[in-house]
């Protein structure tokens, strides 16, 4: 009965560990509370359309409540109908812009899918890059990437968001050291 209940137990998580696959850097990045993080534009390599405005709206949330108090978001003028979107701005436009606005870091990603699977259940189904350039040297100092698939009952947002938490475990906010007490 034991070998039974170790081979269901091993199973399912098997099972569980097929829902989500996320690869997180060896090293983490520590980024000071104090610091200004630049978010760029998202790029949509899926078919689902605005699905990088989603992606980079939660990432923003999740950024401000992992303790960033200055994050800066590039303007983009909103557009429901399509043929009325602007073109997208280059990498260099970005960075400059992040560089003008004194941001230390820049945060840009690329959503690769973002749906609802077809099939009996529709499972939502999830996958992006997340990369962190530093401003002061211009080269990318970390990376995550992953994808997550969850059951048919869940909202796409929902998968979406923790796969977008769970890359971003590897940023860690430090916050500023305590001033010493002026002595009287």
Request: charged share 15%; proline share 7%; glycine share 8%.
């Amino acid at each position: 009965m034991n070998r039974f209940r170790i081979w269901i137990a091993a199973g399912m998580s098997l099972l569980l560990a097929a829902c989500a696959t996320t690869a997180l850097p060896t090293q983490g990045l520590q980024i000071p509370a104090q610091d200004k993080l630049a978010v760029l534009p998202f790029a949509n390599a899926t078919e689902a359309p605005q699905a990088q405005d989603r992606a980079q709206a939660i990432t923003v949330a999740l950024l401000r409540q992992k303790g960033l108090s200055t994050v800066v978001v590039y303007p983009q003028a909103p557009s429901d109908n399509p043929l009325e979107a602007q073109p997208s701005p280059t990498g260099a436009q970005t960075l400059d812009w992040a560089r003008a606005q004194g941001a230390s870091y820049a945060l840009s990603g690329t959503v690769t899918e973002w749906r609802y699977k077809t099939g009996v259940d529709s499972e939502p189904a999830v996958g992006l890059t997340l990369q962190v350039t530093d401003m002061r040297s211009g080269r990318v100092v970390w990376s995550a990437t992953g994808g997550r698939s969850g059951w048919g009952y869940q909202a796409l947002a929902a998968v979406g968001q923790a796969q977008i938490a769970d890359l971003l475990r590897g940023l860690h906010v430090v916050a500023a050291p305590a001033k010493p007490a002026a002595k009287p």
